[in-house]
């Protein structure tokens, strides 16, 4: 099938291309490199020996992604393309609605011209927002708490919309819970800009030199050890995930949604010494006030991904840090030279 990816050439969308590339498919990125650099590009062709068609293009771009699609007449589309970050999304809201919400309408009108009518749109587990009981189906209300969730929350009511008005679109919202991992070459992984956000990036950046110490964020959670639990997924398991959702949207139309986990919980100081055992040193860390906005527990119900798509996650907590280590140490710095 040829399938066009936007935000390609990030963390999730590298390593979706890599797999799409090895099952045999035609793959079109087309990124803004606001996020990221063709080099995981250049990194995947080398792995899969196969090349993606690569085009500098905004989402913002009307016109642009309408000639896109034109030019290149994909048969569905992964949609990765936008911004991520809850604190940057509080400073910055309209930036964010005009990125991922406006940014998905021109997507929506260019796919619609052509005719391409299949989506597989990277929602988040933030869309739950804090509900009180775990682990998280696919069936509680959506409630995000920040500017970034709701932006997820309008596309996905944007997506239902355009699903009942035209029964001709095949979309699938998945739900992921928290990427972390790399694949097991080394050569493609997480390249955050600045000061990463996450756990386990912050962590990886900690293990090899580049930040003094971990700050966990509270240890007085109702938890395990009082710091917060969360549902870790490798991306190369996430990866497979939208392959089995273009799959299944191959043969059932329709607007379907999906979690995207592995179902179990684990702590900040668990995946601490988990990354410990990893690179065979201790990391230190300093417990800090909590972060505002986070929730004690998150944690997925995968059990719907499973009956229909036949897809669960393979890889352990193990695996998922021994990979983002080896990406980590044989890239200190990221693609950067
Ligand atoms: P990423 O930043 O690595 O990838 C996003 C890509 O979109 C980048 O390559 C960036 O250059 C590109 N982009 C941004 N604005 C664009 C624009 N205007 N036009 C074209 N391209 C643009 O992020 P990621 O971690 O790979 O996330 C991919 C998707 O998954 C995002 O939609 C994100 O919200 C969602 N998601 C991520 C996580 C996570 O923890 N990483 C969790 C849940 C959902
Ligand atoms: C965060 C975002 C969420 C987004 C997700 C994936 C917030 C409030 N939530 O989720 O919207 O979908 O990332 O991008 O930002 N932690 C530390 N020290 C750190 C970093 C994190 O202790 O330096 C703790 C957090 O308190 C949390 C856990 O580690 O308990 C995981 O944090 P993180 O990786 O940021 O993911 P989420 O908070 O789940």
Redesign the pocket.
């Known amino acids: 099938m040829k399938i066009l990816v936007t935000g390609g050439s990030g963390y999730i969308g590298s390593h979706t291309v890599h797999e799409l590339l090895n099952a045999g498919h035609e793959v079109v990125v087309m990124d803004n490199l606001a996020n990221s650099s063709e080099e995981s590009l250049r990194r995947v062709a080398e792995l899969t020996g196969k090349q993606a068609e690569f085009h500098q293009v905004d989402l913002l771009d009307p016109e642009g992604m309408k000639k896109l699609f034109r030019d290149t007449r994909p048969e569905a589309v992964i949609h990765f393309a936008g911004l991520?970050a809850?604190?940057e999304s509080a400073e910055k809201p309209l930036w964010y609605y005009q990125t991922n919400v406006a940014g998905t309408l021109n997507l929506l009108y260019a796919m619609e011209e052509v005719d391409c009518k299949t989506i597989v749109f990277s929602s988040?587990?933030?869309v739950y927002g804090e509900p009180e009981e775990m682990p998280l189906t696919e069936k509680i209300n959506m409630d995000a708490q920040?500017c970034?969730?709701r932006t997820k929350e309008h596309i996905e009511d944007m997506l239902r919309d355009l699903g009942a008005s035209d029964a001709s679109w095949n979309i699938a919202l998945l739900r992921y819970f928290?990427?972390v991992g790399a694949h097991e070459s080394g050569r493609i992984g997480e390249d955050p800009a600045g000061i990463?956000?996450?756990?386990?990036p912050?962590i990886a950046q900690v293990a090899v030199g580049r930040r003094e110490h971990?700050?966990?964020?509270?240890n007085d959670y109702p938890t395990v050890d009082g710091?917060?639990?969360?549902d870790y997924i490798h991306v190369v398991d996430l990866a497979n995930g939208h392959l089995k959702a273009l799959e299944y949207l191959a043969s059932h139309g329709g607007l379907h949604t999906w979690n995207l986990g592995t179902g179990n919980g684990y702590s900040?100081l668990e995946?601490l010494h988990a990354f410990e055992k990893a690179c065979g040193k201790e990391l230190p860390y300093k417990i800090v006030d909590?972060?505002p906005?986070?929730v004690a527990v998150?944690y997925a119900d995968p059990s719907s991904a499973l009956a229909d798509l036949g897809w669960s996650a393979e890889r352990d907590i193990d695996t998922m840090v021994r990979d983002h280590w080896n990406w980590q140490k044989n890239n200190p710095n990221g693609y950067e030279a």
Do not use: E
Request: charged share 15%; net charge positive.
């Open positions: 991520k809850v604190g988040s587990a933030t920040s970034y969730g928290n990427p990463p956000n996450n756990l386990v912050f971990l700050n966990v964020f509270g710091t917060g639990v969360r900040v995946v909590r972060r906005g986070d998150s």
